[in-house]
Structures are given as structure tokens and as C-alpha cells.
């Protein structure tokens, strides 16, 4: 029988996979569907199987690179179901407590003071790219053929995705735009395409407890660290785009600060632990590998 083809990314994702399987089994009785979500796990893990035990195929190989992305965005809708059942509380009292002590306002309260629909509009769509400038930097190494940076750049994304939702979990949160909706005085307006990017969100966000830490803060983050494989100018654009998102989840009240700075510790934390633990998952530097 042949050696099964494995890279740390599929490592990572099965042992969450087999994490949360588990989290569903030892809450079945109170979770709906819980059959049903063991299942996908079951059926989603053994299709990285097929695909490990054939690398030599074309589709196996597109599917290798790219699986992980409609696999933790899976994870993510999983989360709406597994917190309310898991958890059964949220920390955002918590979370603006935090925020007041250190600002003595709530910020996302104090910001409308920079009311602008024309800066509402910039922000919602610097805060709605989020996820295509984070797939944009893979596109770009995969073009190039940067195999073994596109490898890393993944496995990279896939444990920050995962990371979050760990914390998502751990301290519930929704965000201040539910918790302090009274405060506010005036709603967001924007000019053109505020009102449909931001309905378009709540329908997938807001019946999640994803707040903390701010997961776009620390994937652009991370985003922006690799981009840094591509050149010094991209390196110095999604810098500047990177400071766009962090200013744009307080202003739009998505985020409290406290998970902003959530988020950018994570990120760090993963930057610094990410090489060492692709290594020990038996990865390969750019320079180990034939690319």
C-alpha cells in the first residue's frame, strides 16, 4: 500500500476536524443535527485522504493546494452551532467594560463623531475585502509558482482561521453594534454599495459570536506578513491596507478594541510559533524544495 502523501496543512485541519467531532459527540443530545455534522467531518476528512493517497493527479493536486479554504470557511458557519450549545453566554459586558476603562468612552461610540457617509462607504469596503486580499496573496504565489511559499502562506491562513474560532469558543462575543446599539445616536450610512456589502455580511456574521479576537485583524495580519514572498511594494500596500482594517472594525462597530488588540497579539503569536510547528509537521522551507 502506498505511503499516504502528507503535508502539515492536512494534519492541522483533520486534528481540528477530529476536535470537533468530538466537541459534537459529547454535546449530541443537545446539539441539532449533531449526526449530520459528525458525518461532514467524517466525509470531508476522507476526501483528503483520496486525494493524499493519488498526488499524482491534476485534480488531486489543485484540490491539495486549495481545500483548505472551503474547508475552515465550513468550520466557521459550524461555530453559530456548536457556541449557543457549548457556551450559552457571551462576554460582551465584558469586552465594552474592558474598552471603557481603558478610553474612558466606548471608542466605537466616540467615533461618530467622524460621521461621514462618504468615509463609510471607504471603510465597508476596506473591511469587506478583507477575505479576497487575504486569498488575492495565495492567488499571487500560485501564479508564480511558489509552491513551497503557497504551502506555508496556507498552512499559515488555515491555523489562523482555526485559532480564531478557538477563541470564538472560549469568549463568545458579538460586537459592540449589538451591545451598545443604544448608545448610538445616528446608524452608519454610506453612498453606494454600504447598504448591500453590510446586509450581505450580517446574513453571514451576525448570528455568530466572532468577535474575539478580531479574526480580521489578525488574518490581515498575517496576510500582510507574507505578502512580503511577493515584493517589497506589496510588503508596503497591504501594510497600509492592514491599518485601513484594524481602523475600520471599531468605526463600523464590529469590534471592540480589546479584540483588535486580541487579534494583533494572536497574530504575532502565530508568526513566531508557525515556521517551528510547519517544521515539526514535517514541512519544508522554500529552499528545501523543489519548487
Known amino acids: 500500500m502506498a505511503q499516504l502523501d502528507w503535508w502539515p496543512v492536512d494534519k492541522l485541519i483533520l486534528a481540528y476536524f477530529a476536535a470537533a467531532a468530538a466537541l459534537e459527540i459529547a454535546w449530541w443530545r443537545q446539539l441539532p443535527d449533531a449526526g449530520l455534522l459528525v458525518g461532514l467531518h467524517v466525509a470531508a476528512s476522507l476526501l483528503v485522504l483520496v486525494a493524499m493517497r493519488f498526488p499524482g493527479s491534476r485534480a488531486s493536486q489543485v484540490f491539495r493546494f486549495w481545500y483548505p479554504l472551503p474547508y475552515v470557511a465550513a468550520c466557521y458557519k459550524e461555530m453559530s452551532l456548536l457556541i449557543p450549545v457549548v457556551r450559552g453566554r457571551d462576554y ?100 453606494w454599495l454600504f447598504d448591500w456589502l453590510r446586509g450581505t455580511l450580517d446574513v453571514i456574521e451576525s448570528a455568530h459570536y466572532d468577535c474575539f479576537p478580531s479574526g480580521h485583524t489578525e488574518l490581515i495580519i498575517l496576510a ?54 510547519y517544521a515539526a509537521l514535517g514541512g519544508r522551507s522554500s529552499s528545501q524544495e523543489n519548487v
Open 92 to 191: 460582551d459586558p465584558l469586552m465594552a467594560r474592558l474598552d471603557l476603562a481603558v478610553w474612558g468612552a466606548h471608542p466605537s461610540v466616540w467615533l461618530e463623531r467622524w460621521r461621514s457617509p462618504l468615509l463609510a462607504e471607504v471603510v465597508q469596503m476596506v473591511y469587506a475585502g478583507f477575505v479576497p486580499v487575504v486569498l488575492l496573496v495565495a492567488w499571487v504565489l500560485w501564479r508564480r509558482r511558489r509552491q513551497a511559499d503557497f504551502r506555508f502562506y496556507a498552512f499559515l491562513i488555515a491555523l489562523g482561521f482555526l485559532a480564531s474560532y478557538i477563541g470564538y469558543l472560549a469568549v463568545p462575543v458579538r460586537g459592540p453594534r449589538f451591545l451598545l446599539r443604544d448608545l448610538y445616536t445616528h446608524e452608519l450610512r454610506g453612498l
Open 224 to 277: 500582510w506578513f507574507g505578502s512580503r514572498r511577493i515584493s517589497a511594494l506589496w510588503f508596503r500596500i497591504l501594510f497600509a491596507y492592514t491599518l485601513g482594517v484594524v481602523f475600520a472594525t471599531v468605526y463600523l462597530r464590529y469590534h471592540y478594541t480589546v479584540d483588535v488588540l486580541a487579534g494583533a497579539v494572536l497574530a504575532v503569536l502565530l508568526l513566531v510559533t508557525a515556521p517551528d510547528l
